[in-house]
């Protein structure tokens, strides 16, 4: 059992706080979905919670020992961490960029072994991928090049995946093949922790989600009793109304009657 | 799965041997191999003997070297910084080299001893890359930023002791030795400079793996476990001690670190650390041929070394602008 524990942390840049008293505790099976608007913060939290940024008071421990102090490997072995619009650099191969989240695994020198290559193709397939194997990664497309960041993240079968927006920018078939792909994730024994904007993939998909506003945790429980309307209310400023439940459930937004309907260009609008 | 084109590193290296051979041959006196081989067994010293030890040795083994370094120093910092367009001497190291060396100059140190143009270029040279490491350590941008303030202060100090110049003789020296050469340059500022070279060809050697990394970014490089921190200041140290002791030697050569990499990169499947050898084998043959051209092509003074790359050099700038525009519409 793991256990990821964000233990009262904060993060301050330029005397402005992005992150303030954050408390949250996470184990393994779960699948949270950080939810918030933009800024809330789901993105340092995130950081903080992948041992990359270090809290400017309190800290994240992973099984009781304040995840800074594990060796840089060590913890590269144990959890895997997608940033937001992950980039490739240059044309490598499809199957180099996935193997290259064994580096953490294999010795300084020397390349990878039979054993390794086997781990590729069997994440490169998780990931349906395998028809992808020899092609440059920059000619992948927005959803070809998320499943191979997945399958980089996956590779090293990480205790923790921990994914900012990993989302973003997919259709609607790959985002709902790729949130269901995390939820087996966690089913599977691991710890899943994503940033996510669309509620209903939230609703439907995560054991429990986590909601931001201004730095601030303002709930984090299971999904079905956290996520109400009168919570996404408070999150996001928009009337919302949840019909159904577990794989059947929709987040809607409600526009507000009282809301006065923005003109594109208000010095032009009509008196 | 599918495998990359072998990098043609055999084949690399047969051309360098051949390359050094004919080095050793060609120049203002043309030593035939049955010339040169009659000169080793013949008593010495002889002309024959002499040429090869005294200026055709040391000057192949210098242009191997410098080429090597630039074509290493190239590829290490293409990859740490993800840049196409990067080159050696964006870190500053460069021109604190030239600098250095330029000061020996300027003060007539250079013509008492031999040894003070190599030394204080790689004063300058270590100078500059501790002044970039002072203000650009915390990340790749202000790297980049603080190499090329550091650039724009040694070619001010390069514009002052022209403007300066004691004597139209000196400015005269100086520009020449601006220029870039590897000929006429003494055993005993090899020796000098070889340890320096060596110590920056380690620092590098330490960095591919974080290279690799590199290749999906920073962030996703520092979670799997590689220390940037650490890695850019292997690259800088590698690069000032490398580069800096090739330019305090040879003046600055452009070019030839920013063609390596790219040359050799589409055999390697593109992967940042496999590049590293085939680049320094590639610069180094690169600068010695070009070396070989110059003592070829005739011309009524002499041409010097960083003129020829500069010459080859640029058109090859203008193919990478257009690859670049197209593939980025």
């Known amino acids: 059992m793991t256990v990821l524990h964000a233990d009262n942390v904060s993060y301050d840049i330029a005397g402005r706080s992005l992150v303030s008293n954050i ?56 959890r895997a961490y997608i940033p937001q619009n992950a980039r490739v650099e240059w044309p490598v191969a499809v199957e180099r960029l996935v193997a290259l989240g064994l580096m953490p695994q294999i010795p300084v020198f020397g390349d ?9 193709e069997a994440a490169l397939a998780l990931c349906d991928l395998s028809h992808k194997t020899g092609q440059p990664a920059t000619t992948l497309s927005g959803g070809e090049l998320a499943r191979a960041m997945l399958a980089r993240a996956l590779v090293g079968e990480p205790e923790i995946v921990i994914a900012d927006e990993p989302l973003s920018g997919l259709d609607p078939k790959h985002a709902m093949d790729g949130v269901a792909r995390l939820a087996a994730l966690a089913r599977d024994g691991r710890l899943i922790i994503a940033s996510i904007h669309d509620l209903t993939l939230a609703a439907r998909y995560a054991t429990h989600v986590a909601i931001m506003r201004g730095g601030r945790l303002l709930a984090y429980g299971p ?5 109400t309307s009168s919570c996404i209310r408070a999150a996001f400023d928009v ?11 929709i987040v809607d937004f409600i526009a507000r009657p009282d809301t006065p309907a923005l003109h594109p260009f208000p010095g032009l609008a009509p008196a | 799965m599918v495998r990359p084109p072998q990098a043609p590193l055999p084949l690399m290296l047969a051309l360098l041997l051949a390359a050094a051979g004919a080095s050793l041959v060609i120049g203002k006196v043309w030593l035939p191999p049955v010339v040169l081989f009659d000169g080793l067994a013949a008593p010495k010293p002889n ?26 120093g190239g590829a290490v910092l293409q990859g740490l910084l993800r ?95 601006l220029l870039g050469s590897v000929a006429e340059r003494e055993w005993s500022q090899i020796v000098l400079c070889t340890p320096f070279i060596l110590a920056g060809w380690l620092c590098l050697a330490a960095t591919p793996r974080g290279l690799d990394a590199l290749t999906l970014g920073e962030a996703q490089a520092e979670s799997l476990g590689v220390n940037l921190n650490m890695l850019r200041a292997l690259a800088l140290a590698g690069v000032a001690l490398s580069v800096g002791a090739a330019t305090a030697m040879a003046g600055a050569i452009g070019f030839v670190g920013l063609v390596a990499p ?68």
């Not at chain 1, 304040?66 to 590269?76: K, N, T």
């Not at chain 2, 070297?65 to 290493?72: F, Q």
């Open chain 1, 239 to 249: 009337d919302a109304c949840i019909q159904g439940s577990g794989a059947q459930a």
């Open chain 2, 83 to 177: 840049n196409p367009l990067a080159e050696p001497g964006l870190l500053g190291v460069s021109g604190g080299a030239a600098l250095g060396a330029v000061i020996a100059i300027y003060f007539g140190l250079a013509a008492r001893f031999a040894l003070v143009t190599p030394l204080l270029g790689i004063a300058g040279a270590l100078a500059a890359g501790a002044l970039t490491f002072l203000f650009g350590r915390s990340g790749t941008l202000t790297l980049i930023l603080a190499g090329s303030a550091v650039s724009g202060l040694a070619a001010a100090g390069l514009a002052l002791a022209l403007n300066f110049a004691p004597s139209p003789y000196a400015a005269y020296e100086i520009t020449t030795w």
């Open chain 2, 47 to 72: 002309l024959a003997w002499l040429i090869v030890t005294e200026l055709r040795i040391p000057r192949t083994v210098l242009a191997l070297m410098v080429g090597a370094t630039l074509g290493l």
């Open chain 1, 223 to 227: 999904t079905a009793s956290t996520l």
């Open chain 2, 262 to 329: 790219h040359l050799v990169r589409p055999f390697v499947g593109y992967r940042p650390s496999r590049i590293l050898l085939p680049s320094a084998v590639f610069g180094a043959l690169l600068l010695l041929v070009t070396d070989i051209a110059i003592r070829v092509i005739p011309t009524s003074a002499e041409l010097k070394l960083g003129v020829l790359t500069s010459l080859i050099g640029t058109p090859f700038f203008f193919w990478l602008v257009l690859r670049l525009r197209r593939l980025s519409p």
């Open chain 1, 112 to 120: 990878l072994d039979r054993a390794a290559w086997r781990k590729v």
């Open chain 1, 23 to 78: 408390d949250l505790i996470c184990e393994s099976g779960q699948f949270v979905a950080l939810l918030g608007a933009n800024g809330a913060g789901k993105s340092t939290l995130i950081r903080m919670l992948s041992g990359l940024e270090r809290p400017s008071r309190g800290q994240v421990r992973l099984d009781a020992r304040a995840i800074r102090a594990i060796d840089r490997r060590v913890l590269a072995r144990r």
